[in-house]
């Protein structure tokens, strides 16, 4: 098994040196489920929310959490990153919406958090904007599903 890495040898949190890693092509993608209500989901599909397009302020959202993200993870460098993208999956029959976030830089350090941020910030932006029909929603399944370059290569679920 792997060494935590955000720990020196006393034991001590600490920011990885990545300055002697080579720069690659880093690709993450995570995805993520927000169940709700039958009515409140068609609120979002029917776009007849009184707030707006939530779809489409979530996928905001998703991006632009994906570029804080090292704001927020104490230990995430701060990154340039060449490709955010935020897709929804409506499916009616389970009262869900499926996020589905890819995130991608050339550098010398994966983009896992900002892919798992980005979900998180959108799926929290929908129940935000639909709190107040549905304060029952549910978000489950974060996780990664994908992850590429580096020197541990490539990672699939």
Not at 22 to 31: D, F, G, K
Not at 125 to 135: G, S
Request: with cysteine; aromatic share 2%.
């Amino acid at each position: 098994m792997a060494e935590l890495t955000h720990f020196n040898p006393a034991g001590e949190a600490h920011m990885v040196d990545v300055g002697g890693k080579a720069v690659t092509q880093r690709l993450a993608v995570a995805e993520g489920i927000i169940s709700m209500l039958p009515a409140t989901l068609q609120l979002i599909e029917q776009g007849g929310h009184k707030k707006g397009d939530v779809l489409g302020i979530a996928r905001i959202a998703g991006i632009m959490a994906a570029k804080k993200t090292a704001d927020l993870i104490p230990l995430c460098h701060p990154l340039a990153l060449t490709k955010v993208s935020i897709d929804f999956q409506i499916h009616p029959a389970e009262n869900r919406v499926h996020c589905q976030a890819t995130v991608a830089t050339s550098g010398q350090t994966g983009v896992e958090m900002e892919a798992l941020t980005a979900v998180q910030v959108a799926l929290l932006t929908i129940y935000d904007m639909c709190k107040a029909v549905d304060r029952g929603m549910t978000m489950t399944d974060i996780r990664m599903l994908e992850k590429a370059g580096g020197k541990s290569g490539h990672w699939q679920r």
